[in-house]
Structures are given as C-alpha cells and as structure tokens.
C-alpha cells in the first residue's frame, strides 16, 4: 500500500506527461483501482489547488482517497508536539499541518508515503525545519520519491 502526497503526483504529471507516458499513467491508474494506491484528502486539496489537469485525470480515474480519521488527527497532533511545534507556528522550511495530517494517514494503514520533498541528509537541530521524509522517519513510516515508487514496479514504461 502506498499513499502519494501532492508533490509526487504533480511532479509525476509534471515530468512524466501521460501523452509522452501512457503505459506509466495506465500502471498508475491500475495501482488507484487496485487499492494500492491511494492519496490522502489534504494530498488531493491541494493537488486540485496546484494542477487542475492533474486533479481532474484524478477524478475520472476515481481515485481512493483516504479520509483524515480521528485517529489520524491524533497521531497529527502527537508529531506536531514532538516537533516542538505550538498552535500554527510551523517554520516555513518543515512540514504544515497538511504534512502531518498525510503522514498520519499513510501511518495509520499502514501505507508508504509517495513524496518528492528533499531528504535532509543532516537534520537540522530545531525540528520545526524538518521535511516530509524526515517526520516519516520520526513517526516509523517509509518514504520514497516518485521515481522511487515507479522503479519499484520493475517495468518498462517506454
């Protein structure tokens, strides 16, 4: 099971366009059908907010969305607390609330988490700064880029 957040897929659109890859997006679209592909309600907010075209394709596939559980609000919340993040004082260089609302989804499946955000090969001190892949960690959770997942399926696409 993997969830993919708002930076993989738009990227993926992006610089893999489904009139350039076809057999890439109907891979895609057969991993959304199957269940093993979902993106988390925040992902797919903002993927309509950045790539209408994108949020659309997404649409007509129907894809799984995953809901923002209780639970998920929860364990949201728990990573906010030990990022040391207090009310809405997010640094504009680590995760927002959307982040932690889609790693709390993809850990609540359990589900690897889809991200293009970069890894930080050195974390920085003040945990506020800390990017999607290193919260996963934090929280036990896997994160791959989207070239990453695509490898994964050990397929041509061309």
Known sequence: MHHSDASS???GWDNYPPEVFPK???WIQEQLEAGSLELPQPAMQEVHHVSPDCAAWLVQVSAPTCPVTNAAVQRAAT???S???QNDQYHPKGVD???LLIIACACEKPAKLISNEEKQPTL???KKRYKIPAVCSLAGSTCISFLEYVKSASRSFG
Do not use: Q, R, Y
């Open 79 to 81: 990573l906010k607390a």
């Open 97 to 99: 609330e959307n982040d």
């Open 83 to 85: 990022l040391g993040i």
């Open 124 to 126: 920085p001190s003040d």
């Open 24 to 26: 890439l997006w109907d």
């Open 9 to 11: 897929i738009v990227h």
